[in-house]
């Protein structure tokens, strides 16, 4: 048995941080009150929660009445792209309206977009990518037309790590939107964005989603940027919480947390990112000088600093995650929603990378702890358990 654990699966999920866990801990015993309660216990609840919208409200550059709470960011997503779009289908002038999104987003916009299609709520244009997995944003001008109402691109990959030009993006929509009488909003899955800049006003993002345990905050709830004035519908119907638009009682501990763990993001996050940086720098290197046949995807430099993706030929991806697993090294296999399956992940291919390669994808998501040791440790273990799958197998050369 080997003791060492190795976690390179920070696009999964994070471990929570101290300093989180200590601002959470008061809400789940003394302070436990429901927000919707008028009296003491209730106000010092509902004051947390209003505490916490303001100072994530403060790291996002953006009023606090404009920050909504969900239970996931799946959730936050769906609320942006079936909240939008729902209220304005079989309503007004335009119907259906028109959604357009990058081929790389995660299943928490994609799914709800095909559904949506399906249902004949909405028509959708699903943009492609070069082979860096770059959206083009004068593809985004060219696809947009008079029934066109939201665009959805995410900020960073969450299975190559690729950086999208949301600010361009932003600006051809802005040109758009002045020359036209019809609006255009932009959202943005930000939810991989770590280490990055989470301005939402310099990113001209009018709807943007965070998931808090991506950067070492708790599960079960997301975060939803939304402009004032965007007319969103909800989900799920209740109480008034979240001005009618979430209802259900307040998850206090955990948005107490999520704005512990943004304001810690905001505050180390470039420090932190500049040594996350550099170790997956090296790992990329490592990985390109050890191991034959293998190649990095996504972008070479306009890339998330913590996430490193690559397709080693001849190995398979569940495989490899699996042997490494027993090496005491955690990654993940592409998505860690689409392992499991049998399809190709849809960025990879997105990406034009052949079906045979994709199926040979690994994904290393780098952390706050990750060291040059586990770099180099985990650089070996991956030669020899693609060396050991590559002989297994009947058609490698
Ligand atoms: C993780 C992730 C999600 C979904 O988050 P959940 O916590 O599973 O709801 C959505 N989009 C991106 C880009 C992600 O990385």
Redesign the pocket.
Known sequence: MINKQIYLDN?ATTSLKKEVLQAMLPYFKESFGNPASIHKVGREALEAVELARLSIAKSLNCDASEIYFTG???EA?NLAIFGVLNGIAGKGEIHPPHLIISPLE?H?VLDTAKEMEKKGLIELTILTVDKYGLVNPNDVKKAIKENTRLVSV?YVS?EVGTLEPLEEISSVIATNNSSKPYHVLFHT?A??AKYLPLDTQKLGVDLMVL?P??FGGP?GI?ILFAKKGIKITPLVYGGGQEKGLRPGTHNVPAIVGAAKALEILVKEGENEGFKVRELANNLIKGLQSRVSDSYLTGHPSQRAPYIVSFIFKGAEGEAMVLRLSDKGIMVSSGSACTSGQLTASHVLLACGIPQEEAHGSVRFSLGKDTTKEDIEYTVEAVREVVEGLRKMNPFWK
């Open positions: 696009a996931s960011t799946t997503d995660h928490a995410m969450n899955d939810a991989a998931g345990h991506k599960k997301g």
